[in-house]
Nanobody
Framework: QVQLVESGGGLVQPGGSLRLSCAAS????????MGWYRQAPGKQRELVAT???????IYDDSVKGRFTISRANAKKMVYLQMNSLKPEDTAVYYC???????????????WGQGTQVTVSS
């Protein structure tokens, strides 16, 4: 079994910062991409940022220059530093990772349970 567990969400004022963390545990042999998605009420889930195993990072245009994704591969963790937060960043943020449990298995996509981020004064 594989689990992704997020932490770090909460309530913050506009212009503030939060740091989200996500840890992979269980039968994790290797991880390729790790990233963050978000889903606001009444909207579809959307990509926020992803960190590919080779080091490339991809961001949605709405967060470029404000959010930074990083990985700690030895710890099987991914982080999202969110600065200059805006009310429109309010959403449930989900961790996502492509993980395989052994060298013989393919990569499967796993999701965390989500953590709420609310930006409001």
């Amino acid at each position: 079994q594989v689990q992704l567990v997020e932490s770090g969400g909460g309530l913050v004022q506009p212009g503030g910062s939060l740091r989200l963390s996500c840890a992979a545990s269980g039968r994790v042999f290797s991880i390729n991409d790790m990233g963050w998605y978000r889903q606001a009420p009444g909207k579809q889930r959307e990509l926020v940022a992803t960190a590919i195993s080779g080091g490339t990072t991809i961001y949605d245009d709405s967060v470029k220059g404000r959010f930074t994704i990083s990985r700690a591969n030895a710890k099987k963790m991914v982080y999202l530093q969110m600065n200059s937060l805006k009310p429109e960043d309010t959403a449930v943020y989900y961790c996502n990772a492509g993980i395989r449990s052994s060298l013989m298995n393919p990569f499967y996509t796993f999701w965390g349970q989500g953590t709420q981020v609310t930006v409001s004064s």
